[in-house]
């Protein structure tokens, strides 16, 4: 929906977008001033402060800081002010992902929902850059396997980056529109429309959220909105939840879309009864709907809403692996987890999910356009089999299966920038670690290790804008493997 070239032109520093002029924009009073009422002016005010910078740590990568947690999230935590995240090892390594509080509140309306420790076929519908995905790949419970999917073909590649980083096995991403979902009705157990919208919630992040805001806006996502619903509705399971959220505050946008799922027979959930932390709860036509506002909770402006399809689904039939190839049981010897694996190979690149999906992996490979059908491990190389970059990041990888060069963070961020690393005695390929964890490969060539970061990975900036992230220097953990 946004064009790369309008957002640099609205680019500015770190800090409220809102001092630039132009806001409130045209509209916005007669939009939010009625839902609002006398909390109007407040919400205004607040929406011309600095935003919280806030971040969710990965489950087992693990690191010591000093962070105040988000109330509402168990891996949620504030920073008191915006660092050059860039510049930060960890963030590479898929130790923690950069997120606004306020859609954190995905955990609590996951709980809610009664999903934890179930083993579910997942699908978030609108899935880039990866803030819901990765939350719920760290929330679903293991043998679970998530679809990611992104109709926007740039903006799945980003997501296919943060995912990968974020290195959590059973793990899918597809680039295909909300239509190719009538090819898999009754599908999946848990679905998350995390729906495109006018963004007013964005409106103190991101100048171009209020440069772009207009009331024609707000009604053209209303229809994308309400064209994509019944679609993903229709590709839930009997018994199976579906989560929506936007980022907006525009009723037609929220409740008023989720009446058309009530009048198809979605039971509502209530995920907050009591509305704990600021939150506002709405009901409206049978939906129950829980709103973030910037002047009453610490983080940005968001709706969510939850509901579950009435009956109950047939158990899946147990799926069927066929013989191993020479490749997955060379790659085999490298990965921890020790359950029945299915491999693929697309464009020479080797993907693995836990069999027991392989032939909804079959299925879903019939529907969607699969660019990555689950973990990547391995790729082609000069005719054999490598280590794939996914895989240095992967909570999956044996711990001892390859050799480990631990990096301190002046020599990590030199790898980070595609700089080769000085050696005495280097052969073969060794895991480049920061504080143990994984951030990429190492080919060694006598003297020095090669570095093998992907051209995209890399940081091209030679110095940080802002102060470097500065965590706890003390007793580090050891980075754990996944259970
Ligand atoms: N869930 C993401 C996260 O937490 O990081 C954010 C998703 S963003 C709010 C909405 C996404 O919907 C965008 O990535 C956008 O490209 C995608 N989108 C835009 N138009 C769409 C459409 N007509 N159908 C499906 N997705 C669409």
Not at 52 to 75: G, M, N, Q, Y
Not at 124 to 137: E, I, M, R, V
């Amino acid at each position: 929906m946004r064009d790369k070239r309008q957002r640099a032109k609205h680019r500015q520093p770190a800090g409220p977008a809102n001092q630039a002029q132009g806001f409130p924009p045209p509209g916005l009073d007669r939009h939010l001033q009625p839902l609002l009422g006398q909390d109007y002016p407040a919400l205004l005010k607040a929406l011309q402060e600095a935003p919280p910078v806030s971040i969710r740590l990965h489950p087992t990568k693990r690191f010591e800081h000093d962070l105040a947690a988000v109330p509402w999230c168990s891996t949620g935590f504030y920073l008191d002010e915006r660092p050059s995240f860039t510049f930060d090892p960890l963030l590479h390594a898929g130790a923690y992902y950069v997120q606004e509080a306020s859609s954190m509140l995905l955990e609590q309306v996951f709980i809610a929902a009664g999903l934890k420790d179930r083993e579910l076929l997942a699908l978030d519908l609108c899935a880039a850059p990866g803030g819901k995905s990765s939350h719920l790949l760290s929330l679903l419970g293991p043998g679970s396997l998530l679809v990611s999917n992104e109709i926007d073909r740039r903006r799945c590649s980003v997501l296919q980056e943060n995912l990968w980083k974020w290195g959590m096995p059973n793990s899918v991403i597809a680039n295909s529109p909300p239509e190719h979902l009538q090819a898999l009705p009754a599908c999946f157990d848990l679905i998350v429309v995390d729906a495109p919208c006018s963004g007013q919630g964005m409106f103190r992040k991101d100048p171009f959220a209020v440069a772009q805001w207009t009331p024609a806006l707000a009604e053209h996502c209303a229809m994308t909105q309400r064209n994509m619903l019944p679609l993903a509705w229709e590709a839930l399971r009997p018994g199976g939840v579906l989560i929506y959220s936007t980022c907006t505050w525009e009723p037609q946008e929220n409740e008023a879309q989720l009446a058309a799922l009530v009048a198809a027979g979605a039971i509502a959930i209530d995920p907050l009864p009591n509305a704990p932390w600021g939150l506002v709860r709405s009901e409206w036509n049978g939906a129950i709907g829980l709103r973030c506002y910037p002047h009453r909770v610490r983080g940005e402006g968001f709706f969510i809403a939850a509901f579950r399809k009435p009956g109950e689904a047939a158990p899946r039939k147990a799926a069927r692996t066929g013989p191993s190839s020479p490749a997955a049981v060379e790659v085999t010897q490298w990965l921890a987890s020790h359950t029945e694996r299915s491999f693929r190979s697309q464009q020479d690149t080797l993907f693995v999910v836990d069999a027991r999906w392989s032939g909804v992996l079959d299925t879903l490979d019939q529907a969607l356009k699969l660019v990555s059908p689950g973990a990547p491990v391995a790729e082609l190389h000069a005719g054999t089999w490598r280590p794939h970059p996914a895989l240095a990041l992967s909570s999956d990888l044996r711990q001892d299966s390859f050799p480990r060069v631990e990096l301190d963070e002046e020599q990590a961020v030199q790898y980070l920038q595609g700089q080769a690393i000085p050696a005495h005695e280097a052969h073969a390929y060794a895991l480049a670690t920061h504080r143990g964890l994984g951030l990429g490969w190492l080919k060694g060539a006598g003297k020095r290790w090669n570095n093998l970061l992907p051209e995209a990975w890399r940081i091209r900036a030679q110095q940080a804008k802002a102060p470097r992230v500065s965590w706890s220097r003390t007793a580090l953990d050891q980075n754990e493997q996944a259970p």
